[in-house]
């Protein structure tokens, strides 16, 4: 092809309309992997699991050009300041993402948003089971010599 045939070429697709097939609508971030694994029951903290405190924590992410997570704000609190400081501490430090692209296609920092639902989590029942044991009750009431003779779950 020669030179010039080249640039008439190019010039066709100018003209034309054609396209390039970077050019889209841009997109926010989108999470890689399930964000419900982000933050489990087993990471409930402590004090509220104690004190059965529960609740939604809402929060906007600010994701970077890496897909990483640079801040993390809570827009509407659990109620319990432990619950909303575990989501983002937790969620910044698990969360990953297709950063966001421009209409160029290009990695730029954008938002996203959702929410964890604290609730208690259900604790197991004990196996069933039994204990024998033995103890002393003295003349005074009080027991001695408490020894476990057999127990089974």
Do not use: H
Request: aromatic share 8%.
């Amino acid at each position: 092809m020669t030179k010039n045939r080249f640039a008439a070429l190019l010039v066709g697709l100018v003209v034309t309309g054609v396209t390039p097939s970077y050019a889209a609508e841009p997109v926010g971030p989108r999470p890689l992997g399930n964000p419900g694994t982000w933050v489990t029951s087993e990471d409930y903290p402590p004090e509220p699991l104690m004190n059965e405190r529960a609740g939604t924590t809402r929060f906007t992410l600010t994701v970077n050009k890496e897909g990483l997570v640079s801040d993390c704000v809570v827009s509407q609190s659990s109620g319990t300041d432990e619950l909303d400081f575990a989501t983002c501490s937790l969620i910044t430090q698990r969360a990953r993402f297709s950063p966001g692209r421009d209409k160029r296609g290009r990695p730029v920092t954008g938002t996203y948003s959702n929410s964890v639902r604290w609730v208690i989590p259900l604790t197991p029942a004990p196996e069933a089971g039994f204990v024998i044991f033995s103890f002393d009750i003295g003349s005074d009431g009080m027991t001695s010599n408490c020894k476990i003779e057999r127990q089974e779950g």
